[in-house]
């Protein structure tokens, strides 16, 4: 596998990073996940964006422009001859001394792994998920702001674990208030009376890229969006739930907590939004070849 490392196309043996980089002493940088479809990369400039976003918000700054990003990707995807798959971009602060002061970097490192991407089995899909809701909370804005796609995941981590251990593939994870933020690596939506509701992202998530895609779907075929606080009621009573999110796509959910969602089977409009996600993900799009 070809992997971009700081300007360079090298092998994935030769990709190695400095023990004094502070992307993996302190989870100090920012990351990126794309998927790519039948020879285009999904949404690329929305991801490069955001990526350049969250390395603003934690004053990283990128020494390259995010037009050189986009087209350091797609050389990567194109070395490695790969159709459909995946790609993660990581940003770090760069190797310095030992100690918090970022300052002490003087120059960020990227690279960028192109691979294929292992799918959810397709059960998941045609079954829908069982969650739980878990006790780790998304950090307080003020502590941590979920909005920044940084490399501190363990508040991520430790609520998977959780999912995991309480039989679950995912977890709904509240905020400090109490209200429904997303899931480990996923936004959450519901719908209700035919309306299309999805937490604030003020309210703890990611401003997810497929939740973006989500809601132009939803003008498209005229559903009504809401977006505001939700809590735990909110889910036990909707018609439909699902989870959205560049590895998952459109997930449908089916319990929460052991209660059954709707009637217990992936409902009509969740099929619907996934049907024209998959049709806007295979059609549109960056050609990388
Ligand atoms: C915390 C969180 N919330 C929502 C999403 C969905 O955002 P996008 O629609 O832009 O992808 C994410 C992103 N989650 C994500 C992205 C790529 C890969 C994986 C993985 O599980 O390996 C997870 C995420 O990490």
């Not at 459909?84 to 002061?101: F, K, M, P, Q, S």
């Not at 997930?251 to 009509?268: F, N, T």
Request: aromatic fraction near 8%.
């Amino acid at each position: 596998m070809k992997i971009w490392l700081d300007g360079k196309l090298v092998d994935e043996q030769q990709a190695k990073i400095s023990i004094f980089d502070h992307g993996l002493l302190y989870g100090d940088g920012v990351f990126e996940g794309i998927r790519f479809y039948n020879g285009r990369i999904f949404r690329l400039e929305e991801h490069i964006h955001r990526l350049f976003d969250s390395a603003k918000a934690i004053l990283l700054n990128m020494p390259w422009t995010q037009e050189e990003v986009c087209k350091f990707t797609c050389e990567t995807v194109a070395a490695n001859g790969i159709t459909d798959g995946y790609i993660r971009l990581v940003v770090t602060r760069g190797a310095g001394e030992l100690g918090l002061n970022p300052y002490l970097c003087p120059k960020p490192s990227m690279f960028i792994i192109a691979s294929t991407i292992k799918l959810y089995p397709e059960e998941h899909y045609r079954n829908g998920l069982a969650l739980i809701t878990c006790a780790t909370r998304r950090p307080a804005p003020a502590a941590l702001m979920p909005q920044v796609k940084s490399l501190n995941y363990l508040n991520n981590v430790m609520a998977k674990v959780e999912a995991i251990q309480g039989g679950a593939l995912e977890a709904v994870m509240l905020n400090e208030q109490g209200y429904v933020a997303e899931c480990t690596g996923d936004n959450l939506f519901i719908i209700k009376n035919g309306e299309l509701l999805t937490p604030l992202i003020s309210d703890g998530a990611l401003d997810g890229i497929t939740r973006a895609v989500i809601l132009e779907i939803a003008a498209k075929l005229g559903v009504k969006v809401v977006e505001r606080s939700l809590t735990r009621y909110d889910i036990f009573i909707s018609d439909e739930c699902f989870l959205t999110g560049t590895a998952a796509e459109v997930i449908p959910v089916v319990s929460l907590d052991r209660r059954v969602i709707g009637d217990g089977k992936p409902g009509e409009l969740t099929r619907k939004f996934l049907a024209e996600f998959h049709s806007l993900a295979m059609s549109t799009g960056t050609p990388f070849a």
